[in-house]
């Protein structure tokens, strides 16, 4: 038999195709300007990190801590570095995982060019939160900073997204966890592996993140059965929740003391 002869249409798709073929081959090799990002450590602040305390207080004692004691995790994510090369395989295979991102690298990376310039932009942030966190922390407590003097320390750790917690971790020392704000009480925990994230401003107030899902996960993998989320990022929370772990709102540091405490006395919590 003679083979059959191509229609004028199909020889003209046919054609078409091969360089169609060629143009995705060439976006599948292409670098694309995407970080990948997957949850990241997590780090007490009312424990140590390599060796050393988080959280030191001077000019004043801080509370003592029990065998029962649970932990105030802050969560990151971890991301591709700026420059790798991400393809369009990577991409695709993140959006259908839910403990993995293809994320714009903007957005994980705003200021900086390279590694040293945008680790030395995230150690400036830090700093600034830390400051924000102590003031925000003695300010709630009623202690002014020339009683009572704060070091944190926490190693391998950039950016703003730990403020939160470095309060809380400051009110839980110096015993603002129960009664009233005089600093009196005990714990903020209850005992459990309390989780979240959350920027933090000098006047209480907490603000978004970004990369709430993967930090979720992160806290589920470190025995969190709480997450504290900013009210703005609830819905993120809420769509890639690991199953078993508990999502609060906050606005305000008032308002996560004030969650932490009923959770640990029983009372009404709000949640996602």
């Known amino acids: 038999m003679s083979p059959r002869r191509l229609t004028g249409r199909q020889r003209t798709l046919l054609v078409c195709a091969v360089p169609l073929a060629a143009l995705f081959a060439v976006v599948a090799l292409a670098p694309l300007p995407f970080a990948l990002a997957q949850p990241g450590l997590t780090a007490d602040v009312i424990g140590d990190s390599k060796h050393k305390p988080v959280i030191t207080l001077s000019g004043e004692k801080g509370r003592k801590t029990g065998p029962g004691e649970g932990k105030l995790l802050m969560t990151t994510i971890a991301a591709t570095q700026p420059g790798a090369t991400v393809r369009l395989p990577e991409v695709a295979e993140a959006w259908f995982r839910t403990d993995r991102a293809a994320m714009p690298v903007d957005a994980v990376y705003p200021v900086g060019d390279n590694l040293k310039e945008i680790e030395k932009h995230n150690r400036g942030e830090m700093r600034e939160s830390q400051n924000a966190a102590v003031k925000a922390a003695l300010r709630y407590l009623h202690k002014s900073p020339r009683d009572v003097r704060v070091t944190l320390r926490l190693a391998d750790v950039g950016g703003p997204s730990a403020g939160l917690f470095f309060s809380l971790g400051v009110i839980d020392k110096l015993g603002g966890g129960d009664g009233g704000r005089g600093g009196t009480g005990g714990g903020l925990t209850g005992g459990r592996v ?42 993120d929370a809420v769509a890639e929740r690991p199953k078993g772990l508990r999502l609060v709102p906050v606005d305000t540091l008032g308002g996560a003391v004030k969650a932490l405490r009923a959770l640990k006395g029983g009372g009404r919590v709000p949640a996602c």
């Open 194 to 235: 309390i989780a979240g994230t959350g920027t933090i401003k000098a006047d209480g107030t907490v603000g978004p993140v970004g990369g709430v899902p993967l930090k979720t996960k992160a806290a589920k993998r470190d025995g969190a059965s709480v997450f504290l989320v900013p009210r703005a990022e609830c819905a």
